[in-house]
């Protein structure tokens, strides 16, 4: 009998196995802290891919781009700046990844360097005038990334952090509370953030924010992209109802927000992860806002790292232009 029950029961759990979808795939994607664009973001998609017989499971991690590179997780994100540097161990990594392959742009991050409006900074070629005299915000111990996005902002003009008055600060967010503070003059603010917001209206009694525009002239594209090559710029009209554009119209950077995976990860699961995600904005947007900004047909730019195999084919199938 006890044989029997043996028999019985290794049958029932080969008929449970038998009964799993065979697309069904159990993969790991690795977000930021709750709260964070990455967790947000890591939140959405694996909602998506487990739509799609993806058994997705994610995973708050900080720095976790070098264990996608040795295969301990499956997915993860990063802005495209941050991605060919991790790839190549420059600018804020020390190694290299080469492991690391692109899945595709999630949705564009916008963002740009800020200044108290009273302060007269409208353009770049005010505040390298006026660089010797003004504090910037510098370091962002927790988020090295940073920096790169202000040297690209100051390349465009022409001038480089060490012709400012130089203040450290913790993070992203510390960088702008401090903007807010008067503790520095000059701080990188996203379009729209909550943070930008909140020192703007500490900053009434000055006129609030204001964004720096960039020099969008072609040698000022060119010192931009030198610095930042997977960024662009962009212009963003005047808007009475988004903070720093209150008054005048603004060329800011843009960064793809994209996924990333490892070289080993078998191309069909990815071709179905890229395609679950290119064909998804709707579900995507619901559970993230931030997806209305997706575009399919811009999923795919240049970088320096390389596209997946299981992303291309997608790529190709649905006709989107890989480099552009």
Same mark, same amino acid.
């Given at each position: 009998?006890?044989?029997?029950?043996?028999?019985?029961?290794? +049958?029932?759990?080969?008929?449970?196995?038998?009964?799993?979808? &065979?697309?069904?795939?159990?993969?790991?994607?690795?977000?930021?802290a709750q709260g964070s664009l990455a967790y947000n973001s890591g939140q959405a998609v694996a909602k998506v891919a487990n739509e799609v017989g993806i058994t997705a499971r994610t995973q708050p991690l900080v720095g976790y781009l070098p264990l996608i590179n040795n295969g301990?997780?499956?997915?993860?994100?990063?802005?495209?700046?941050?991605? &060919?540097?991790?790839?190549?161990?420059?600018?804020? @990594?020390?190694?290299?990844?080469?492991?690391?392959?692109?899945?595709?742009?999630?949705?564009?991050?916008?963002?740009?360097?800020?200044?108290?409006?009273?302060?007269?900074?409208?353009?770049?070629?005010?505040?390298?005038?006026?660089?010797?005299?003004?504090?910037?915000?510098?370091? @962002?111990?927790?988020?090295?990334?940073?920096?790169? @996005?202000?040297?690209?902002?100051?390349?465009?003009?022409?001038?480089?952090?060490?012709?400012?008055?130089?203040?450290?600060?913790?993070?992203?967010?510390?960088?702008?509370?401090?903007?807010?503070?008067?503790?520095?003059?000059?701080?990188?603010?996203?379009?729209?953030?909550?943070?930008?917001?909140?020192?703007? +209206? #500490?900053?009434?009694?000055?006129?609030?924010?204001?964004?720096?525009?960039?020099?969008?002239?072609?040698?000022?594209?060119?010192?931009?992209?030198?610095?930042?090559?997977?960024?662009?710029?962009?212009s963003i009209p005047q808007n009475k109802n988004i903070n720093g554009l209150q008054t005048a119209g603004a060329n800011l950077m843009r960064i793809p927000w994209m996924m990333l995976t490892n070289a080993d990860v078998k191309d069909d699961l990815v071709y179905t992860m890229?395609?679950?995600?290119?064909?998804? #904005?709707?579900?995507?947007?619901?559970?993230?806002?931030?997806?209305?900004?997706?575009?399919?047909?811009?999923?795919?730019?240049?970088?320096?790292?390389?596209?997946?195999?299981?992303?291309?084919?997608?790529?190709?199938?649905?006709?989107?232009?890989?480099?552009?």
């Amino acid at each position: 009998m006890k044989h029997l029950t043996k028999l019985l029961g290794g +049958v029932a759990i080969a008929f449970a196995v038998s009964s799993v979808p &065979a697309a069904a795939q159990v993969v790991t994607i690795a977000t930021g802290a709750q709260g964070s664009l990455a967790y947000n973001s890591g939140q959405a998609v694996a909602k998506v891919a487990n739509e799609v017989g993806i058994t997705a499971r994610t995973q708050p991690l900080v720095g976790y781009l070098p264990l996608i590179n040795n295969g301990e997780v499956d997915f993860g994100f990063s802005n495209a700046v941050e991605a &060919a540097f991790a790839l190549t161990g420059t600018g804020n @990594y020390d190694r290299k990844n080469p492991n690391l392959r692109l899945v595709g742009t999630m949705f564009p991050l916008t963002t740009g360097l800020m200044a108290r409006c009273d302060l007269g900074l409208k353009t770049v070629a005010d505040l390298k005038a006026k660089a010797s005299s003004l504090r910037i915000a510098s370091e @962002y111990t927790s988020s090295t990334i940073i920096p790169f @996005y202000i040297g690209g902002g100051l390349a465009n003009a022409g001038v480089s952090y060490d012709e400012f008055k130089k203040v450290p600060v913790a993070s992203f967010v510390a960088g702008i509370n401090a903007l807010g503070d008067s503790l520095v003059d000059v701080a990188l603010v996203s379009l729209n953030s909550g943070a930008g917001k909140q020192a703007s +209206v #500490k900053l009434q009694s000055h006129g609030g924010l204001c964004y720096i525009s960039l020099d969008k002239s072609e040698t000022g594209t060119a010192a931009f992209k030198d610095f930042l090559p997977a960024g662009n710029i962009v212009s963003i009209p005047q808007n009475k109802n988004i903070n720093g554009l209150q008054t005048a119209g603004a060329n800011l950077m843009r960064i793809p927000w994209m996924m990333l995976t490892n070289a080993d990860v078998k191309d069909d699961l990815v071709y179905t992860m890229t395609k679950a995600i290119a064909e998804g #904005k709707d579900a995507l947007k619901a559970s993230f806002g931030a997806f209305g900004r997706a575009n399919a047909e811009k999923m795919a730019p240049k970088n320096e790292m390389p596209y997946h195999p299981g992303a291309l084919k997608y790529f190709k199938e649905a006709n989107i232009k890989v480099g552009n």
